[in-house]
């Protein structure tokens, strides 16, 4: 059974760091493209970032949000079938449950996209 699973969540003051994982068990996803998304109360679940498998693409892309570029840094170690999420300069807005998510599809920043998803992992930002 494929598990994905996150943690790394918690509460900071803005301004402050935390450092998302997402281990993936079941199935090796070295060849899959990894995402985080996340979502606020009463808001849609949002793209944040991927990064693409530089096995199976001709470079490891790395995509962000806008929102998150500069402050984010997606990473990942295939041979942990594990991916990161770095975030530093954290804002209220940041707030929200963060999910990872795998897929072998082309798009990387549609829901729509990804075959498996974690359960979440609440970020709290306080002002």
């Known amino acids: 059974q494929v598990q994905l699973v996150e943690s790394g969540g918690g509460l900071v003051q803005a301004g402050g760091s935390l450092r998302l994982s997402c281990a993936a068990s079941g199935r090796t996803f070295s060849g899959h493209s990894l995402g985080w998304f996340r979502q606020a109360p009463g808001k849609e679940r949002e793209f944040v970032a991927a990064i693409r498998s530089a096995i199976r693409w001709t470079s490891g892309t790395i995509d962000y949000a806008d929102s998150v570029k500069g402050r984010f840094t997606i990473s990942r170690d295939n041979a942990k079938n594990t991916v990161y999420l770095q975030m530093n300069s954290l804002k209220p807005e940041d707030t929200a449950v963060y999910y990872c998510?795998?897929?072998?599809?082309?798009?990387?920043?549609?829901?729509?996209?990804?075959?498996?998803w974690g359960q979440g992992t609440q970020v709290t930002v306080s002002s």
């Open positions: 998510a795998a897929t072998n599809r082309v798009g990387i920043r549609q829901l729509g996209s990804y075959d498996y």
